[in-house]
């Protein structure tokens, strides 16, 4: 097997959290012998390159962050360049969200799943999991140990099921957390999460509050 990965993220590489998950997943992937080569979208100059791969192999995958329930649009648009092929090439995707409850991203995966049919092609499935909105601003060893879990991931895609099999299935986690834990998430993003927003935003050079009604005072 050869796998070809997409990074559908609009986000430059240096600063993608796509990024580093696909670097673990292809670990898990070299770990079993298989072979791939990775590309991303968000260096248009490298369309037309990762066209021909999308062409030439028969085993792809698209690694992408849901945006507030939305697929970036600039994957889309890439998408749409892509000509039709046939059942000999299987799609699979790793949709990956900050959102930490499996049912934040079910409208992307039921989106997901529908795209195969339009180009053509089979589909593998599509790994589910949220809690990724932070790997960017960790250093190195904490950005290990939060996308380690991608390399099992990896290993089990080499095994030639796609993301159809339970395991992948299992790997979203809770579907809804309990309703103490949505009350106490709930805090956290009022109190101690706002002030580190606010403080990130302030160090990109922010000088307003982060929700500021602007058009208010219009």
């Known amino acids: 097997m050869h796998v070809v990965i997409i990074n559908g993220s609009p986000r430059v590489q240096k600063y993608s959290n796509t990024e580093q998950i696909i670097a673990a997943f292809a670990k898990g992937l ?19 390159t990762i066209r021909d791969a999308y062409i030439k192999n028969d085993e792809i995958l698209i690694a992408l962050p849901l945006y507030v329930e939305c697929v970036p649009g600039l994957l889309l648009e890439f998408l749409e360049t892509l000509p039709k092929k046939d059942e000999h090439t299987r799609l699979s995707f790793l949709l990956q969200s900050g ?21 053509g092609v089979r589909y593998g499935g599509c790994l589910v999991k949220g ?28 095994e030639g099921d796609g993301f159809l099999r339970e395991e992948a299935k299992k790997f979203t986690g809770p579907e809804y957390f309990p309703l103490p834990i949505r009350l106490m998430m709930g805090l956290i993003f009022k109190t101690f999460v706002k002030k580190m927003f606010q403080k990130t935003a302030a160090s990109w050079g922010c000088r307003v509050p982060l929700d500021e009604k602007v058009y208010r005072k219009i």
């Open 30 to 48: 070299s770990e079993k012998g298989i072979t791939f080569e990775a590309y991303a979208i968000s260096n248009r100059k490298t369309w037309d």
């Open 99 to 119: 959102f930490a409850e499996g049912c934040q991203l079910r409208c992307g995966e039921e989106f997901l799943a529908k795209l195969p049919e339009y180009l």
């Open 131 to 158: 809690d990724n909105f932070c790997i960017r601003f960790w250093d190195e060893k904490r950005q290990a140990q939060v996308t380690k879990p991608y390399q099992a991931m990896g290993k089990l895609f080499a």
